[in-house]
């Protein structure tokens, strides 16, 4: 009994330890921001952002698969580190678009930041995001001991 308890701690702190090893990864990190302003209008702002307002250096573009590849230089260290964008459109035109910003080797609030200034560009540029319609739901009949 005394060798089961002693495996089974190590395990508990072995596992404990990749826990944190895990959630303290930076290369899981990114922020994301839902667009309901379509494709065209937060690519054009995503690039604007990051070229004119930011003063970044764009090493690649694809506006047709949408992503967007720079140089970030945050206000405290100016060296440069890889950053991205990635805009995830659907067929479906009620559906917003998915911005992802991913800057790895920075702690994830430099991109929150980035996010919240798309947000408010896109609001200062276009007003108010448009009113996306959700799909209609379907009401299921009840069921309990008096349906049919």
Known sequence: MHSFVSVLSGLVCGLGVAAAIVTSSPASARAGYDSSYG??????????????DMNLKVTEKDADNGYLLFEYRSPENHNATPGSIEL????DPEVPVRVVVQLVQMPRYHEQLMVDALAKKMRQEYGDPPTLHPAPRVELPEAGPDAE
Request: glycine share 0%; charged share 35%; proline share 0%.
């Open 39 to 52: 494709y065209e209008r937060t690519w054009n702002s995503v690039l604007r952002m990051v070229r004119v």
């Open 88 to 91: 995830v459109r659907s067929k």
